[in-house]
């Protein structure tokens, strides 16, 4: 198990910018892929943006598509989530989640494909 932290939330208007971090608390990033996530108040969690382990792959979501960009650097042992444009339907806990993988090319989609959560991020974007 891999501990992972989120930072970086917080309040914004709306057209603003936040860059959210998540890195694995005691260990290495390497051979993880990781996912962003969110839920937002009365909804069931959705998938945001994900990242390979090289960091040569990546996956958006519709909602966020041309505004949302996922990075890793991995020598920092940090992936980063820049959120551009923000709307007030971004609003929502954001949580990192990460699984070992078993080449550098792999991006995983699913809740259930990651096994290793952080507590999660308040984003909240006002009008």
């Known amino acids: 198990q891999v501990q992972l932290v989120e930072s970086g939330g917080g309040l914004v208007q709306a057209g603003g910018s936040l860059r959210l971090s998540c890195a694995p608390s005691?260990?290495?990033?390497?051979?993880?892929?990781v996912g962003w996530f969110r839920q937002a108040p009365g909804k069931e969690r959705e998938f945001v943006a994900a990242?390979?382990?090289?960091?040569?792959?990546?996956y958006y979501a519709d909602s966020v598509k041309g505004r949302f960009t996922i990075s890793r650097d991995n020598a920092k042992n940090t992936v980063h989530l820049q959120m551009n444009s923000l709307k007030p339907e971004d609003t929502a806990v954001y949580y990192c989640?990460?699984?070992?993988?078993?080449?550098?090319?792999?991006?995983?989609?699913?809740?259930?494909?990651?096994?290793?959560w952080g507590q999660g991020t308040q984003v909240t974007v006002s009008s």
């Open positions: 989640a990460a699984t070992l993988v078993v080449g550098p090319y792999y991006v995983h989609l699913k809740e259930y494909e990651y096994d290793n």
């Open positions: 005691g260990r290495t990033f390497n051979a993880y892929a």
């Open positions: 990242i390979s382990w090289s960091g040569g792959n990546t």
